[in-house]
T-cell receptor
Framework: DTEVTQTPKHLVMGMTNKKSLKCEQH?????MYWYKQKAKKPPELMFV???????INESVPSRFSPECPNSSLLNLHLHALQPEDSALYLC??????????????FGSGTRLTVV | QKEVEQNSGPLSVPEGAIASLNCTYS??????FFWYRQYSGKSPELIMS????GDKEDGRFTAQLNKASQYVSLLIRDSQPSDSATYLC??????????FGKGTRLHILP
């Protein structure tokens, strides 16, 4: 299994809703990531989990709340989002390297629209 | 100076020719360099990684790294229409971070 699976593929939510994005990998990777990508822009790092612990938070607003229940799962909980949060949310995973970052495997993404 | 810079294009290349994509980076401490291909509406796909100076070849793709010049390039030989996509250069920063350039749109002309 060499895939990162993200669900749902599409999500439309109101600004008062609470929803969650889910990411799953079974490659034994110990680092998992959330990126946000707006149209015609590069992916922007949001969070990094290393060995199930949050290691990097790129000053993301608290309306985005990550969770790593186990080494295979990564969630992103969404609450009180704004229309400008509409984007493609990408999950990625990688093997932990020793001083050298190895390449990521990306999931297919969740296309989020906030109305 | 942006951390990872690429010409946004579009770069138009005739089918069968060599496409050359370039990228510069600002952090001299970076050790890992990547090229991702992204089709419209899809997620990025890793096509090449390179960690040491010189060339690395994989099929029709060659990645080149020059750390002294802080320069990474990707050559695509025998370009095919299916190579038309946005190519993202990515570089690691201190800690477990990968930072992406804005990407170069490549258009292969049939």
């Amino acid at each position: 299994d060499t895939e990162v699976t993200q669900t749902p593929k599409h999500l439309v939510m109101g600004m008062t809703n609470k929803k969650s994005l889910k990411c799953e990998q079974h490659m034994g990777h110990r680092a998992m990531y959330w990126y946000k990508q707006k149209a015609k822009k590069p992916p922007e790092l949001m969070f990094v989990y290393s060995y199930e612990k949050l290691s990097i938070n790129e000053s993301v607003p608290s309306r985005f709340s990550p969770e790593c229940p186990n080494s295979s799962l990564l969630n992103l909980h969404l609450h009180a989002l704004q229309p400008e949060d509409s984007a493609l949310y990408l999950c990625a995973s990688s093997q932990e390297g020793t001083g050298v970052v190895l390449g990521y495997t990306f999931g297919s993404g969740t296309r989020l629209t906030v109305v | 100076q942006k951390e990872v810079e690429q010409n946004s294009g579009p770069l138009s290349v005739p089918e069968g020719a060599i496409a050359s994509l370039n990228c510069t980076y600002s952090d001299r401490g970076s050790q890992s360099f990547f090229w991702y291909r992204q089709y419209s509406g899809k997620s990025p796909e890793l096509i090449m990684s390179i960690y040491s100076n010189g060339d690395k070849e994989d099929g029709r793709f060659t990645a080149q790294l020059n750390k002294a010049s802080q320069y990474v390039s990707l050559l695509i030989r025998d370009s095919q229409p299916s190579d038309s996509a946005t190519y993202l250069c990515a570089v690691n920063r201190a800690g477990d971070k990968i930072i992406f350039g804005k990407g170069t749109r490549l258009h292969i002309l049939p």
